[in-house]
C-alpha cells in the first residue's frame, strides 16, 4: 500500500468514527428534552425549579422553555456554582433576582443547603434538572438529596429530569463511612458510583436513605437512547473548573489532590487537567502558573509556578465504555515526591475520600493494587443495592 492510499484510507476511517460519535450524541435525549413526558404533570401547578447553566435544551434553559409554555414557575433555587455556574467551588451564594424574569433565585449553598418549609410555601411540584458528573463529591447529588427530604417532609411531588452520567461507565473507589459524613459526601457509596442523578434519586428513596424516605412522591423522566456503555460528551460545562470532558474525566481521580498540598490547576486554562507544587520544580520539566479567574479568584499557589504533569484521559478519543477505574498513580507519585511529607495531607482529605485508610496506605507505601483490592468488598456489596435502581443497561 502506498502512503497516500494508506492516508485516504486512515482519513476515511477518522470521518466514519467522527460521524458515529456526533450520530450517537445526537440521539441520546436527556430528561428534560421529554417535554411531553413531564409538562401534563405541572400545568396548573406552581412550580419551583433547581436549576443551574447545565438546566438547558439545546441553547435554551430550562426555565424558559417551561415559561413558554405557560407553565406556573414561581422560585428558581440553584446549588453550589450559582445559577450561572460562575461562583469559586465552596463560595458562598447570593439570594438574587434573575434579571431576565424577575423570579427570586435562592441558593442552596452555605447555610441553606436545605429547602425550608416557608420556602415551599404555595409551591405544589418541585423540577430537579442538573447535569451531574458521577462522582461522590461533586455536590449535586448532596443537594438532591437535601431537595428530597424537604419534599418528603412538606409533601411536595418532585420530578427528576434525568441526564446521561459521563463518568456513568464504571465503579470504583472507597465507600464512604460514616464518620466521613459531610456535604462532599453523604451516603455509603463509592467515589464513582456508576448511576445518573434519577437512578442515585430512586436509590436514596428506595434504601430509605433520608428522613420520610416512603412519603416522597418521586417521578423521574428518563432519557432516551443512552446506556451506561455510552460514553456521553457533555454540551455544557456543569461548573467553572470542569471546563473540557477531559477534566470531566480525569475529576474523580484529581479531585483527591484538594486534601493535600498540590494544585489542581485551579485558575489556568486547564483545571484538573494537571497537578502540580512550587516544590516539584527538580522532578518535573512541566509547570503552569494559576492566576485570578472566574470561578477561581483565589487559587491555591496564585501568581507561583507550580511544576508537575499534565494528563490526558483515554475516554477522549473513544465513544465506548470498555472498562474504567480511578487512577491513583498521581497521588502515590506527588506524595512520594513531596518533601515534606507531614504536611501533604490537609483535614480535607478524609472527607474527600470517605476514609480515614486512604490516607494511612498511601503514608505506608502500599501499592495502587493494594489499596485498591482493599475496596473490593465494599463496592461488591454497593453493586448489588445499585442494581435494584438501574433504568438503563448496564456496563456489565
Given at each position: 500500500?502506498?502512503?497516500?492510499?494508506?492516508?485516504?484510507?486512515?482519513?476515511?476511517?477518522?470521518?466514519?468514527?467522527?460521524?458515529?460519535?456526533?450520530?450517537?450524541?445526537?440521539?441520546?435525549?436527556?430528561?428534560?428534552?421529554?417535554?411531553?413526558?413531564?409538562?401534563?404533570?405541572?400545568?396548573?401547578?406552581?412550580?419551583?425549579?433547581?436549576?443551574?447553566?447545565?438546566?438547558?435544551?439545546?441553547?435554551?434553559?430550562?426555565?424558559?422553555?417551561?415559561?413558554?409554555?405557560?407553565?406556573?414557575?414561581?422560585?428558581?433555587?440553584?446549588?453550589?456554582?450559582?445559577?450561572?455556574?460562575?461562583?469559586?467551588?465552596?463560595?458562598?451564594?447570593?439570594?438574587?433576582?434573575?434579571?431576565?424574569?424577575?423570579?427570586?433565585?435562592?441558593?442552596?449553598?452555605?447555610?441553606?443547603?436545605?429547602?425550608?418549609?416557608?420556602?415551599?410555601?404555595?409551591?405544589?411540584?418541585?423540577?430537579?434538572?442538573?447535569?451531574?458528573?458521577?462522582?461522590?463529591?461533586?455536590?449535586?447529588?448532596?443537594?438532591?438529596?437535601?431537595?428530597?427530604?424537604?419534599?418528603?417532609?412538606?409533601?411536595?411531588?418532585?420530578?427528576?429530569?434525568?441526564?446521561?452520567?459521563?463518568?456513568?461507565?464504571?465503579?470504583?473507589?472507597?465507600?464512604?463511612?460514616?464518620?466521613?459524613?459531610?456535604?462532599?459526601?453523604?451516603?455509603?457509596?463509592?467515589?464513582?458510583?456508576?448511576?445518573?442523578?434519577?437512578?442515585?434519586?430512586?436509590?436514596?428513596?428506595?434504601?430509605?436513605?433520608?428522613?420520610?424516605?416512603?412519603?416522597?412522591?418521586?417521578?423521574?423522566?428518563?432519557?432516551?437512547?443512552?446506556?451506561?456503555?455510552?460514553?456521553?460528551k457533555l454540551p455544557i460545562a456543569p461548573?467553572?473548573?470542569?471546563?473540557?470532558?477531559?477534566?470531566?474525566?480525569?475529576?474523580?481521580?484529581?479531585?483527591?489532590?484538594?486534601?493535600?498540598?498540590?494544585?489542581?490547576?485551579?485558575g489556568t486554562d486547564k483545571p484538573f487537567?494537571?497537578?502540580?507544587?512550587?516544590?516539584?520544580?527538580?522532578?518535573?520539566?512541566?509547570?503552569?502558573?494559576?492566576?485570578?479567574?472566574?470561578?477561581?479568584t483565589k487559587p491555591l499557589f496564585e501568581?507561583?509556578?507550580?511544576?508537575?504533569?499534565?494528563?490526558?484521559?483515554?475516554?477522549?478519543?473513544?465513544?465506548?465504555?470498555?472498562?474504567?477505574?480511578?487512577?491513583?498513580?498521581?497521588?502515590?507519585?506527588?506524595?512520594?515526591?513531596?518533601?515534606?511529607?507531614?504536611?501533604?495531607?490537609?483535614?480535607?482529605?478524609?472527607?474527600?475520600?470517605?476514609?480515614?485508610?486512604?490516607?494511612?496506605?498511601?503514608?505506608?507505601?502500599?501499592?495502587?493494587?493494594?489499596?485498591?483490592?482493599?475496596?473490593?468488598?465494599?463496592?461488591?456489596?454497593?453493586?448489588?443495592?445499585?442494581?435494584?435502581?438501574?433504568?438503563?443497561?448496564?456496563?456489565?
Amino acid at each position: 500500500m502506498t502512503m497516500m492510499k494508506f492516508l485516504k484510507l486512515f482519513f476515511l476511517l477518522l470521518i466514519i468514527v467522527f460521524g458515529k460519535l456526533q450520530a450517537q450524541q445526537a440521539s441520546i435525549l436527556p430528561g428534560a428534552y421529554r417535554i411531553s413526558e413531564y409538562l401534563p404533570l405541572l400545568q396548573k401547578k406552581k412550580v419551583a425549579l433547581v436549576i443551574n447553566q447545565t438546566s438547558a435544551l439545546k441553547n435554551t434553559l430550562l426555565l424558559d422553555t417551561l415559561l413558554h409554555s405557560k407553565v406556573h414557575v414561581t422560585k428558581i433555587f440553584v446549588p453550589e456554582h450559582g445559577f450561572r455556574g460562575t461562583a469559586d467551588a465552596g463560595a458562598h451564594i447570593k439570594n438574587d433576582t434573575d434579571s431576565a424574569t424577575g423570579l427570586q433565585v435562592i441558593s442552596l449553598y452555605g447555610n441553606n443547603k436545605k429547602l425550608k418549609a416557608e420556602q415551599l410555601q404555595n409551591i405544589d411540584v418541585v423540577v430537579f434538572d442538573l447535569q451531574d458528573v458521577g462522582a461522590r463529591f461533586y455536590t449535586y447529588i448532596s443537594t438532591l438529596q437535601y431537595v428530597m427530604e424537604a419534599c418528603a417532609e412538606n409533601n411536595k411531588t418532585l420530578i427528576v429530569l434525568d441526564r446521561p452520567n459521563p463518568n456513568g461507565h464504571y465503579i470504583d473507589g472507597p465507600v464512604l463511612e460514616k464518620t466521613q459524613r459531610s456535604f462532599v459526601g453523604m451516603q455509603a457509596v463509592p467515589v464513582v458510583y456508576g448511576m445518573t442523578i434519577g437512578e442515585y434519586a430512586l436509590m436514596l428513596k428506595g434504601e430509605k436513605w433520608f428522613s420520610d424516605a416512603e412519603k416522597l412522591q418521586l417521578k423521574v423522566i428518563t432519557c432516551e437512547n443512552y446506556d451506561h456503555t455510552t460514553l456521553y460528551k457533555l454540551p455544557i460545562a456543569p461548573s467553572p473548573n470542569l471546563k473540557e470532558m477531559n477534566a470531566v474525566y480525569l475529576y474523580p481521580s484529581l479531585c483527591f489532590f484538594e486534601g493535600t498540598a498540590i494544585s489542581v490547576g485551579r485558575g489556568t486554562d486547564k483545571p484538573f487537567e494537571q497537578w502540580g507544587n512550587p516544590l516539584f520544580k527538580k522532578e518535573f520539566s512541566y509547570s503552569f502558573l494559576p492566576k485570578s479567574t472566574l470561578g477561581a479568584t483565589k487559587p491555591l499557589f496564585e501568581n507561583e509556578r507550580c511544576f508537575g504533569e499534565i494528563l490526558k484521559s483515554k475516554w477522549i478519543n473513544t465513544t465506548q465504555a470498555t472498562g474504567g477505574q480511578l487512577d491513583l498513580s498521581y497521588l502515590i507519585k506527588a506524595y512520594n515526591a513531596y518533601p515534606e511529607k507531614e504536611k501533604f495531607f490537609n483535614n480535607f482529605f478524609e472527607k474527600l475520600a470517605g476514609t480515614a485508610a486512604l490516607r494511612q496506605q498511601i503514608i505506608s507505601g502500599k501499592t495502587e493494587a493494594e489499596i485498591r483490592d482493599s475496596w473490593k468488598d465494599a463496592i461488591n456489596a454497593f453493586k448489588k443495592t445499585r442494581r435494584k435502581y438501574l433504568l438503563y443497561k448496564d456496563f456489565e
